[in-house]
Nanobody, 122 residues
Framework: QVQLVESGGGLVQAGDSLRLSCAAS????????MGWFRQAPGKEREWIAS????????YADSVKGRVIISKYNANTTMMYLQMNSLTHEDAAVYYC???????????????WGQGTQVTVSS
C-alpha cells in the first residue's frame, strides 16, 4: 500500500525555521517527481515546491529564497521542506505529493499525504 506521511508541523513563532518531512513508502519513488503543497483556511490548495528526478527543484514565488526542498531515496523515500523566516502567511496545512509524470505533479499528482499543520504565532 502506497503511503505518504508528513510530519514536522507544529506551532512556531514568526521568524523561526521549521523542517517538514514526508515519508513515502509502498513502492519505489526513484523516478517520481515529488512536491509540497499547502492550504490555508479559506484558501485553495497551492503548490509551493517540487523536486524532479535528477534533483531539479522548482519553487513558487511566495516561498522562493526561504525554503529548500530535498529528497533521498532509500528503502523509504524521504522528502523534506526546510522553511526559514516563517511568517503568518505560511500558516497552513502542508501536504506532500508524488507523481509518475513530472508535468502532472502540480495539477494531478498520483499520491497525496494526509497533511501536517503549521501554525505561526507572533
Amino acid at each position: 500500500q502506497v503511503q505518504l506521511v508528513e510530519s514536522g508541523g507544529g506551532l512556531v513563532q514568526a521568524g523561526d525555521s521549521l523542517r517538514l518531512s514526508c515519508a513515502a513508502s509502498g513502492r519505489s519513488f526513484t523516478g517520481y517527481a515529488m512536491g509540497w503543497f499547502r492550504q490555508a483556511p479559506g484558501k485553495e490548495r497551492e503548490w509551493i515546491a517540487s523536486i524532479w528526478n535528477g534533483g531539479y527543484t522548482f519553487y513558487a514565488d511566495s516561498v522562493k529564497g526561504r525554503v529548500i526542498i530535498s529528497k533521498y531515496n532509500a528503502n523509504t523515500t524521504m522528502m523534506y521542506l526546510q522553511m526559514n523566516s516563517l511568517t503568518h502567511e505560511d500558516a497552513a496545512v502542508y501536504y506532500c505529493a508524488a507523481s509518475s509524470a513530472a508535468m502532472r505533479l502540480t495539477r494531478s499528482p498520483d499520491y497525496w499525504g494526509q497533511g501536517t499543520q503549521v501554525t505561526v504565532s507572533s
